[in-house]
């Protein structure tokens, strides 16, 4: 396989010349590389060497990002259950773990599976079961592990769950999912959580173990102020209903919600026992659009941890070149390449995207790599198997990305 030597030896000779010495041993480089993977034999191996398009992390960001949040959540008396659907990653909440965090969020029960499998504690399904399918494997991950749990805005769906694990002799522990402004989800707060709680409560197999309210619109509200009020009165209404579901005596041990977006607003209102913030570990250009506490334009809390590595491929007209990084690889045209935002990336087709570098100036050349910053994690992250992490140009780690949607398991 090509060192990083011998790529510059051969850059030095000719780029023409170590092209063709690259083509002829494509297959053999590809098989080298998942050998090696297989291994974890990395050493030597750096982003020059990988095929693209491909996912990377920059591990110093990554791991300034956990520290940020975990220094966070300490000082604020939070307790922090990250949400996996940005990054389908074991290792990541394992690392999350390490630095304090009492478990994970999870969209699916495919990506509970894939926690729970992983040997991590903690796991919260923060979407209702319904199917046949669903609340049968929401059932046997309560079974398989005591820790996990499910939250239900339905009295309907708590009487399933409940029925499903009687018949197994389960208990699950459940949590009240509270409208808090996104009408995606939620119960209406009051009365009727308050009754969806007892009903819970007093359903044999199932564990009343709290309220969950999750405002989606006030994560990416922009401005601090604005995404403040909005906050605000989207958990209005949750926090109303824990006052009420406490006074009836239920038992709420836990007020779960939020997101990187209010991480440092829900803490300052005291109103939640834990966070659900999951975008921090990576970041997004949409994210970086809010802005902060701070700087009101760039919301620089947490760094851009991840890039899609791409290619120059041809450069055969003014003021653009084509890369490897088309529909299949990026999920917008607005995405930004590191190190030169005032480029513009459009998609061309499926395996093809257009680098515009008009009011710039920059000059990319054939075969040279890029990094694309995505301007959404969870869309970005559901097409790559793994991600590459690097420290500097070295990659230091591979891991899986799972449960990804088409998966067989899903
Ligand atoms: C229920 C729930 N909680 C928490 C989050 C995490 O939000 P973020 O990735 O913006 O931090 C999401 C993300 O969509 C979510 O759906």
């Avoid at 769906?157 to 029925?163: S, V």
């Avoid at 491929?313 to 935002?341: F, Y």
């Avoid at 910053?373 to 070295?394: C, F, H, I, K």
Wanted: glycine residues 10%; hydrophobic residues 35%; charged residues 25%.
């Amino acid at each position: 396989m090509n060192t990083r030597r011998q790529f510059l030896a051969a850059t030095a000779g000719g780029f023409c010349a170590f092209v063709a010495q690259a083509s002829t041993r494509t297959t053999s480089r590809y098989a080298e590389l998942e050998a090696r993977i297989a291994r974890r034999d990395l050493k030597n191996l750096f982003k020059e060497d990988l095929p693209t398009p491909c996912m990377v992390v920059d591990l110093e960001t990554f791991e300034k990002n956990l520290n940020t949040m975990a220094d966070h959540c300490r000082k604020a008396g939070l307790q922090l259950r990250g949400h996996v659907k940005v990054h389908k990653s074991p290792e990541i909440a394992r690392r999350q773990a390490a630095l304090g965090s009492i478990g994970v969020t999870c969209a699916t029960v495919a990506e509970c599976e894939l926690m729970v499998n992983a040997g991590i504690k903690g796991v919260l399904l923060t979407r209702q079961p319904t199917s046949k399918n669903n609340i049968g494997r929401t059932v046997a991950l309560a079974r398989r592990e005591s820790t996990f749990g499910t939250v239900v805005d339905d009295p309907l769906a708590a009487e399933w769950l409940q029925e499903a694990a009687a018949s197994e002799g389960v208990t699950v522990r459940t949590v009240v999912d509270v409208y808090a402004g996104l009408t995606r989800h939620g119960i209406e707060p009051g009365g009727p959580a308050i009754e969806l709680a007892k009903k819970v409560d007093s359903s044999k197999n199932l564990k009343l173990i709290g309220l969950m309210g999750y405002s989606g619109g006030a994560s990416h509200t922009r401005g601090w102020n604005e995404r403040k009020k909005k906050s605000q009165n989207d958990l209005a209404g949750l926090l109303e209903s824990v006052a009420m579901a406490r006074a009836a005596g239920l038992p709420v041990s836990i007020v779960t919600g939020g997101s990187t977006g209010t991480y440092n607003i829900d803490s300052e209102s005291k109103s939640l026992t834990e966070l659900q913030a999951g975008s921090f570990v990576f970041m997004d250009t949409l994210y970086r659009q809010i802005g902060g506490k701070q700087e009101p334009t760039v919301y620089s809390d947490f760094g851009l941890a991840l890039t899609v590595m791409t290619t120059v491929i041809s450069q055969r007209h003014p003021h653009q070149v084509t890369i490897d990084a088309g529909n299949k690889a990026l999920l917008r045209p607005t995405d930004e390449v590191k190190g030169c935002p005032e480029v513009r990336v459009e998609n061309q087709g499926a395996e093809y995207g257009i680098l515009v570098l008009k009011d710039s100036d920059k000059d990319f050349k054939l075969g040279e790599r890029l990094e694309l910053y995505p301007s959404n994690l969870d869309m970005s992250t559901n097409v790559y198997d793994r991600y590459y992490v690097a420290r500097g140009e070295q990659i230091v780690d591979v891991w899986p990305i799972m449960g990804r949607s088409g998966a067989a398991h899903r």
